[in-house]
Nanobody
Framework: QVHLVESGGGLVQAGGSLSPSCSASGRTANRYSMGWFRQAPGKEREFAAAISWLGTVTVYSDAVKGRFTIARDNAKNTVYLQMNSLKPEDTAVYYC????????????????WGQGTQVTVSS
């Protein structure tokens, strides 16, 4: 069992920045990838970013590419999502997810999920 806890969401004005984080604990694999997904009100959950164990491979959705940066600190079992130039359409609950596989955009490849952290961007 792997336990994921997100933190660092909040309310920010358009153009601002936030940097939520996600801490993993429990029976993690020796090497694992992490992803961030988001779900806006009334919409399906969608992929945002993912990162490999060493951080050498990162994947972004077109919606966040160039504005968001995913990073990780394996010594702390923590993954971060630096979000810059935020837009009202970035408003969503942000979830981190764990997979023992390579980083992927596919939700079904992730075995464990956090409870989510709310990000609200006002116009």
């Amino acid at each position: 069992q792997v336990h994921l806890v997100e933190s660092g969401g909040g309310l920010v004005q358009a153009g601002g920045s936030l940097s939520p984080s996600c801490s993993a604990s429990g029976r993690t694999a020796n090497r694992y990838s992490m992803g961030w997904f988001r779900q806006a009100p009334g919409k399906e959950r969608e992929f945002a970013a993912a990162i490999s164990w060493l951080g050498t491979v990162t994947v972004y959705s077109d919606a966040v590419k160039g504005r968001f940066t995913i990073a990780r600190d394996n010594a702390k079992n923590t993954v971060y999502l630096q979000m810059n130039s935020l837009k009202p359409e970035d408003t969503a609950v942000y979830y981190c997810a764990y997979t023992p596989r390579i980083p992927t955009q596919k939700q079904w490849d992730y075995d464990y999920w956090g409870q989510g952290t709310q990000v609200t961007v006002s116009s």
